[in-house]
Structures are given as structure tokens and as C-alpha cells.
């Protein structure tokens, strides 16, 4: 009984189902946090895009499509999104990019690159969205 008092004291008991209770909603949001996570609204179009990034070749300036094909080599989304949000502010499709870009994780923008980089835009329709 001791080890129970020291563990729990008595003016504790009334407050342990609520904090039961409290872990059980907090694990619970912490495991359905990932599923609740969306997914890229616009795949098809994100492919597209790269692509459209990848032809851009007449400019010598153009870093857009390094920038793409670095972060998809590098295995790193936060390149491919920087060259990608560049490229759409050079095509005047920032907005639609904005949108189409809701909800992509960085892994899949870099899996969307590669596509765009090995296999061009013809295969850009096995995207559903």
C-alpha cells in the first residue's frame, strides 16, 4: 500500500481517470495524424510541369531545370520544389502551381521528378488525378 500512496497519492486518484483518459485521445491523434496527412492533389499536372521545366532549353540562364534534376538526383524535395516554383513563376503559373502542389510531400514531388526526368510527360497519364 505504501508503494501505491507514493506512486499515486490519495488527492491524485479523482485526476488519474481524466489523465487516462487525456493519453488515450493523444495517442489516438498521433497515430491517425499520418493518415490524415493529403495527398498530392495533382499529380498529372506536377508531372506536366516538370516537364514543361525539363524542355525550357532555349534559355541559358534557366537554373529552374538544374535545380529539378539535382533534387531528384540528390533524393531531395526541397530542391525539386525550389526549381519547380521557379520555373512557374517564369511560365506565369504560380497560382496554378500553388494549387496543384497543395498537400505533396517532398518524397513524392522527388517520385513525380523522376518520372518526369526518365520517362517524359507521356507517362505522366499513369497519375490518376
Known amino acids: 500500500m505504501l508503494l501505491r500512496r507514493v506512486a499515486f497519492p490519495d488527492f491524485c486518484e479523482p485526476c488519474l481517470p ?3 483518459f487525456g493519453m488515450v485521445v ?3 491523434l498521433l497515430v491517425g495524424a499520418p493518415a490524415a496527412h493529403a495527398a498530392c492533389r495533382s499529380p498529372k ?3 506536366k510541369h516538370f516537364d514543361d521545366c525539363l524542355q525550357r532549353t532555349s ?3 534557366n537554373k529552374d531545370a538544374d ?5 531528384v538526383k540528390a533524393r531531395n524535395g526541397q530542391i525539386v520544389l525550389a526549381g519547380a516554383e521557379a520555373c ?4 506565369g503559373k504560380k497560382q496554378q502551381w500553388d494549387k496543384w502542389a497543395r ?3 517532398e518524397l513524392e514531388l522527388v517520385q513525380i521528378g ?3 526526368l526518365e520517362l517524359g510527360k507521356v507517362h505522366c497519364d499513369r497519375y490518376s488525378q
Do not use: E, M, Y
Open 45 to 47: 499536372n506536377i508531372c
Open 67 to 71: 535545380g529539378i534534376r539535382a533534387g
Open 103 to 105: 498537400g505533396c510531400s
Open 88 to 91: 512557374a513563376r517564369d511560365l
Open 114 to 116: 523522376k518520372v518526369g
Open 59 to 61: 534559355d541559358p540562364n
Open 26 to 28: 493523444l495517442a489516438t
Open 18 to 20: 481524466r489523465s487516462v
